[in-house]
């Protein structure tokens, strides 16, 4: 079975803080995907990555920074948090460009 | 443009009833990908099928069963005699082989309420 952690299912951070996401798979998958859902819109992807080290911007990225070091694991990173990033933010990873996505268990985030 | 349009924002239903969950999609690649996946409260979205363009069988899965038809560019979901776990938001989801993105384009989601 393919397994999708995410750091924390729920966070509280203040505006102006520095938040970091974490997100780990265990399929050896080569790509990795950071989404937000928002009410109305649906998935939206902020950032991904198809190898180590290797990014690319997704339709959302302004606000956001990400980190590959390692395969197993893709970071999301808000430099500068804004009450506009309350959101909900997902993980997704896969073996191919036309795999089967799958999801971790998703990251609740508040921007006070 | 590549678009997935789940039309239908929110449906509620009594228990053992069926429902249909429409999914329209376009894209003008002859190769792509469509996906269902399922989120439950709890927010993780869970894989339900994947369809390439050129399969265009019907699928069942126990209660689930899906009607992929080319001709309407449209990817509906049937649930049989409906349970309260079915309860959830469902998601439509397109990739395109050409493209080369890695992307899903994802409808904007059906909230399913199952009523005991």
């Known amino acids: 079975d393919v397994k999708v952690t995410q750091s924390s299912r729920y966070l509280v951070k203040r505006t102006g803080e520095k938040v970091f996401l974490e997100c780990v798979q265990d399929?050896?998958?080569?790509?990795m995907f950071w989404y937000r859902q928002d009410p109305g819109l649906g998935l939206r992807l902020i950032y991904f990555?198809?190898?180590?080290?290797?990014?690319e911007k997704g339709d959302i990225p302004e606000g956001y920074s990400v980190s590959r070091e390692k395969k197993e694991r893709f970071s999301l990173i808000l430099e500068s948090a804004s009450t506009n990033q309350t959101s909900m933010y997902l993980c997704?990873?896969?073996?191919?460009?036309?795999?089967?996505?799958?999801f971790g268990p998703g990251t609740r985030l508040t921007v006070l | 443009a590549q678009k997935v349009t789940q039309a239908q924002t929110e449906i509620s239903v009594v228990e053992k009833e069926d429902v249909t969950l429409d999914c329209v999609y376009e894209?003008?690649?002859?190769?792509?990908?469509l996906f269902w996946y399922k989120q439950p409260p709890s927010g993780e979205l869970v894989f339900l099928i994947r369809?390439?363009?050129?399969?265009?069988q019907n699928e069942i899965s126990g209660r689930y069963s899906w009607n992929f038809q080319k001709s309407t560019s449209s990817f509906n979901f049937t649930i049989t005699a409906s349970q309260v776990v079915d309860s959830a938001v469902y998601f439509c989801?397109?990739?395109?082989?050409?493209?080369?993105?890695?992307?899903?384009?994802f409808g904007t989601g059906t909230r399913l309420k199952v009523l005991a």
């Open positions: 990555s198809y190898d180590v080290k290797m990014k």
């Open positions: 369809r390439n363009s050129f399969d265009e």
């Open positions: 894209t003008r690649d002859t190769t792509y990908y």
């Open positions: 997704a990873s896969n073996g191919g460009a036309t795999d089967t996505q799958y």
């Open positions: 399929m050896d998958h080569e790509n």
């Open positions: 989801a397109l990739s395109e082989a050409a493209s080369g993105t890695y992307k899903y384009i």
